[in-house]
């Protein structure tokens, strides 16, 4: 992932310690993860001389996002997707539940962030919410025809018969109607 870093003036036998910030070189997309061995003591043999640091390759997790149209029902979204496509987590949820119209937050679970996948190559470093939607559901409220001549009195809709509901959720009913006409 890096070159080799020299650590520049070092004495013999003094003892070098991997984790001290000045040792860990910063590189971009990565996160430190550990050194081996942590410290060694400096030798007269260059062999002996090398600890390896190890780092991991960072991702994002992104949140699933739905739209769903209002059916009465509870809706949900769980899960994500990660930036790369051999990472595997353990313990990582993604998810939002709801029922009425409106927008929810696909959230992840506590915990997420700095999370190593189960191969030990990659660390969560970012996760980004989703969204469920659930918007409104459209009805059609049909009004009777009335047909009538005109003879100066006023004539009512119920003798035509009720107004007509479709597009309904199952056991949502039409509530009372007012007609107006002249």
């Known amino acids: 992932i890096a070159e080799d870093k020299a650590l520049g003036k070092v004495q013999f036998e003094e003892t070098v310690k991997a984790n001290d910030n000045d040792n860990i070189k910063a590189i971009e997309g990565y996160t430190f993860a550990y050194a081996s061995p942590e410290e060694l003591t400096v030798t007269n043999n260059p062999d002996d001389n090398i600890i390896n640091i190890y780092y991991y390759k960072n991702v994002t997790l992104t949140a699933n996002s739905e739209t769903y149209v209002y059916n009465g029902k ?67 409220v049909t009004a009777p025809d009335v047909t009538a001549k005109y003879d100066g009195d006023m004539h009512g809709v119920s003798e035509a018969g009720a107004a007509k509901l479709t597009g309904a959720v199952a056991g949502h009913k039409l509530g009372e109607v007012t007609y107006s006409g002249e």
């Open 74 to 140: 509870e809706q949900s979204v769980t899960g994500y997707k990660c930036n790369v496509s051999d990472a595997t987590f353990e313990g990582i949820k993604a998810s939002a539940a709801g029922t009425n119209v409106g927008s929810y937050t696909v959230k992840f679970s506590d915990g997420t962030v700095n999370k190593v996948d189960t191969t030990g190559k990659y660390i969560v470093t970012e996760v980004k919410n989703g969204a469920m939607n659930i918007t409104e559901l459209d009805v059609t």
